[in-house]
Each structure stands twice: as structure tokens, then as C-alpha cells.
């Protein structure tokens, strides 16, 4: 696949079990993966997108902290000019369709199999039309943001 992704668990939250078994799938789906562990700051993803040239960011966090890191790392990647150049896939135990739209993530996956077919949704489309791209699930395991229900910028549309 002609994509990079840079993944990792936000700050403070020691999980990786699910991570590690998401980066498995998405190497063995042919991605570059670019696995950031466990404990990850906001700059540390935006250094990592630069450095690699990452158009895919994947953020992890099972606490309930995690939820505003996630929003931290989504916001610095746009004060950074770089969250035009990504899109966002976001998980957590916590997470809920409706946060994860709210942050300005793209779009949101339960499972490590689900993850891996939003990535490769992504991988075949330019990004400026890859969060209507995806497909659409109503409460199912995942689901993506195109503009407009929960924010002026982004929103969940949901296709049955
Ligand atoms: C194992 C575990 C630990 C291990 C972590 C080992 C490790 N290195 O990962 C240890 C013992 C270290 C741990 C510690 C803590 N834990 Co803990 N832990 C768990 C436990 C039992 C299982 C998590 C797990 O690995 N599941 C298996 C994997 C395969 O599932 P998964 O992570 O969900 O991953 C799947 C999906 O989420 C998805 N996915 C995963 N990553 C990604 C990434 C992206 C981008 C996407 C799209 C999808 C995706 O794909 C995966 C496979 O389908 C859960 C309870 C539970 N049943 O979930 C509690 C749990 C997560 N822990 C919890 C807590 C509170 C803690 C502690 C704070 C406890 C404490 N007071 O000390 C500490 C953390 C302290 C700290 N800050 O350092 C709570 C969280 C509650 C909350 N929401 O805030 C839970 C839910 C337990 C509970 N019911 O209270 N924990």
C-alpha cells in the first residue's frame, strides 16, 4: 500500500495489546507503519508525521484522560498545517462515535480488522475526497466523519 501510518497509545496510558495487534494487521496489509508505543505526546505525532511523511494517524487510548489528549494531538497536527495532509483514525474504550467526530477525527474503528479496512479505504483515495469515501455503517464497528453533523467542519454521516 502507498500509505504511511503513525500510530500510538496517547500519553499516560500504558495499553498496547490492541495497538500492537492493529500494527500487526496493518503490516501484514502491506502498510508502512510507524508504531510510536505506548505513552505518546502531541508532538511526538506531529514529529512523526513530518519526519516520515505519514497521511494516515492512528490514535489509541483506553482511559478516560485520553479522550482530551486525543483532541490535544488532533489540534496540534492543525496548528502544525498538517491535518489537511492526514486523516485521522481514532479508538478507545471510552471513545464514542459522536467524541471521536467532535475532536475532528476522520473517522473511528473498534477492532484491529475494522482499522485495517478504513486504512485501506484511505490508501485508495486522495484525501480530499477519502472521508466520503469511506463506507458507512450505522452502529457498526466503524464509521467515518465527512463534514457536517457534529461540527461546522466535521460530522458522522450514517448510511444504513
Ligand atoms: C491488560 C490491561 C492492562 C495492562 C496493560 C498491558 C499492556 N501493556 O497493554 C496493565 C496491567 C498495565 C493495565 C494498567 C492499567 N489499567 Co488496564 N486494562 C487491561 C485490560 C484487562 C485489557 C486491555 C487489553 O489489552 N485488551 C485486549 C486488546 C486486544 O483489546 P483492545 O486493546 O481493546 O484492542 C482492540 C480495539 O480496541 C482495537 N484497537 C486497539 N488499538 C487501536 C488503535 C486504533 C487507532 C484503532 C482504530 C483501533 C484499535 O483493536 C483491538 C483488537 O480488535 C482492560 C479491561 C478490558 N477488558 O478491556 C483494562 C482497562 C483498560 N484498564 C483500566 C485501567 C483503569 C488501568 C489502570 C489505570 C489501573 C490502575 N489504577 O493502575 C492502569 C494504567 C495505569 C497507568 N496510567 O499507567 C480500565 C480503563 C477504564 C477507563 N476507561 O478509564 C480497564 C477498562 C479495566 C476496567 N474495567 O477498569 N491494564
New binding site residues.
Given amino acids: 500500500m502507498d500509505s504511511t501510518i503513525v500510530?500510538g497509545?496517547v500519553q499516560?496510558?500504558?495499553?498496547?495489546?490492541?495497538?500492537n495487534?492493529?500494527v500487526k494487521k496493518l503490516i501484514e496489509a502491506d502498510f508502512r507503519v510507524v508504531d510510536l508505543g505506548?505513552d505518546v505526546s502531541a508532538d511526538m505525532f506531529v514529529n512523526a508525521v513530518k519526519e516520515y511523511g505519514a497521511d494516515i494517524v492512528?490514535?489509541?487510548g483506553?482511559?478516560?484522560p485520553d479522550l482530551e489528549y486525543m483532541r490535544d494531538i488532533i489540534e496540534e497536527l492543525d496548528k502544525a498545517g498538517l491535518r489537511s495532509k492526514v486523516r485521522i483514525?481514532?479508538?478507545?474504550?471510552?471513545v464514542t462515535e459522536k467524541f471521536a467526530g467532535q475532536i475532528g477525527a476522520d473517522a473511528?474503528?473498534?477492532?484491529?480488522?475494522?482499522?485495517v479496512e478504513?486504512c485501506k479505504q484511505w490508501a485508495q483515495k486522495p484525501p480530499s475526497v477519502v472521508s466520503r469515501a469511506l463506507t458507512l455503517f450505522e452502529g457498526g464497528d466503524y464509521g467515518a466523519f465527512p463534514p457536517g453533523k457534529y461540527s461546522p467542519k466535521r460530522g458522522v454521516v450514517k448510511v444504513k
Fill in positions: 500510530i497509545t499516560g496510558d500504558p495499553h498496547y495489546i490492541g495497538k495487534l492493529l505506548i492512528g490514535i489509541f483506553f482511559l478516560i483514525l481514532v479508538w478507545g474504550l471510552t473511528y474503528a473498534k477492532k484491529a480488522e475494522t482499522g478504513v
